[in-house]
């Protein structure tokens, strides 16, 4: 007698589980929790198998009938509906682990190792909110470059131009991963060059005039606000380092009596050690914040003694307290005085101050320049550079900042 759905429904957990048979070999197994599972009977040849159709009450009895049906027919093809079934869930597994999402997770966990804190939160943002929302589930092998196209658009349409080139970026990178791992025979991304609208240059305010560079140094030497905050100020336009480089500082890093701040690879952008060169000037400054904060991991810490950095904003704040707006001066436009005045005024050679900026500098045989490549003409630039701007700030102090050339002779 064939089940129907009200027996189905009341059938309830017994000491031992048992059957409750439908008809043309299918049954529902009753466990002694009371769950409820579909169980399919069939022959291939002489041998009696056993097919698994679904759990109740997810799967009803019709659609229990349903599924028998379809294996009938599979049978009757010639096929076996368990094999049938196996095959589909390996090729399920294999499109699964080739998806965007699990290659781009391992990539991003292999890969991202060693970068900065934000580097890696800029990455994974990237990854999850641009990304993965479309591109989560296909196999990488799959993505055409009119799909990864259709991706950036939306991201452009926002007026994110240099994100939609950024996230161009992070896919090649993943897909390149992807290839070296077999999964992928090519990189779409580079079909897409010339498709993207060209991102707006960003240029951080800057002050860049000497009258101007006094005027903000006088106001720096006057800062009103807690301990950290001023030092990091005051330090900021002495080492003109990446605000981010600058803020996670560790002290472990800096040699107060050699007078060097050595700034590991995984920190830098450019991806290679640093040497800053610190001035009497910059000594000093960190000499005496050192009682207070020594016993923190980072020199400028977010608290007293703490394992976090300052936050990314506490330089622009005070900044901000002092009267700049981010349209006149940034902490990052620390490092575009420099740059502009060292060369214009101070008469330094470019190279060697780029090498300061941590830009990547090639010799004339195109070569990177080494971490210690002028360190002591370096030594040097940075001495009088905090001179300079020791000058600057007397000048404005005393409203009369001279702007005249300074020409360093030897640097020539």
């Known amino acids: 007698m064939k089940l129907t759905s009200a027996k189905v429904k009341s059938a309830e957990g017994k000491e031992k589980s048992y059957k409750l048979a439908d008809s043309g070999g299918l049954y529902l197994l009753v466990k002694p929790n009371g769950r409820k599972y579909w169980r399919l009977k069939y022959r291939i040849g002489a041998k009696e198998k056993l097919l698994a159709l679904g759990v109740y009450p997810t799967l009803s009895l019709k659609a229990a009938r ?3 049906d379809k294996a009938k027919l599979e049978l009757r093809s010639g096929f076996d509906p368990a094999e049938l079934r196996r095959t589909k869930r390996l090729e399920v597994s294999e499109v699964t682990a080739n998806s965007f999402r699990v290659v781009s997770d391992n990539w991003f966990e292999t890969k991202m190792l060693g970068k900065s804190k934000t580097h890696q939160e800029r990455t994974r943002g990237i990854l999850d909110k641009h990304l993965l929302p479309s591109l989560a589930h296909r196999p990488l092998a799959e993505v055409t470059a009119p799909d990864l196209l259709g991706v950036l658009r939306k991201i452009e349409a ?6 939609a080139h950024r996230a161009c970026q992070v896919f090649g990178l993943v897909a390149r991963f992807s290839i070296a791992s077999g999964l992928a025979d090519r990189d779409v991304s580079v079909d897409l060059k010339g498709a993207l609208v060209p991102p707006k240059k960003k240029h951080f305010a800057a002050i860049t005039t000497p009258a101007q560079a006094g005027e903000l140094m006088s106001s720096i030497a006057n800062f009103d606000g807690a301990p950290v905050a001023k030092a990091a100020l005051k330090i900021s336009p002495l080492l003109f380092q990446r605000p981010g480089e600058i803020r996670h500082m560790e002290w472990s890093e800096v040699d107060l009596h050699a007078g060097v701040w050595e700034i590991p690879a995984e920190k830098m952008k450019m991806d290679a050690p640093h040497m800053v060169p610190l001035s009497k000037q910059a000594v000093e400054i960190l000499t005496q914040l050192q009682p207070l904060t020594g016993r923190s991991l980072y020199t400028f810490p977010l608290e007293t003694i703490g394992l976090k950095p300052m936050t990314e904003n506490t330089v622009r704040l005070a900044l901000r307290k002092l009267g700049y707006s981010s349209d006149q001066h940034t902490p990052h436009g ?18 060697w101050i780029e090498m300061q900026l941590a830009h990547r500098v090639k010799d004339p045989n195109g070569r990177a320049y080494n971490r210690t490549k002028y360190l002591e003409q370096r030594r040097h630039m940075m001495q009088r550079w905090a001179d300079y701007l020791d000058e600057l700030r007397l000048a404005a102090d005393h409203n009369n900042v001279v702007v005249g050339a300074f020409k360093n002779r030897e640097s020539q």
């Open 334 to 351: 620390f490092r575009a005085m420099a740059r502009t005045l060292l060369d214009e005024v101070l008469g330094f050679r470019v190279d």
């Open 66 to 68: 349903s599924a028998q």
């Open 158 to 163: 926002t007026g994110a131009h240099y994100t």
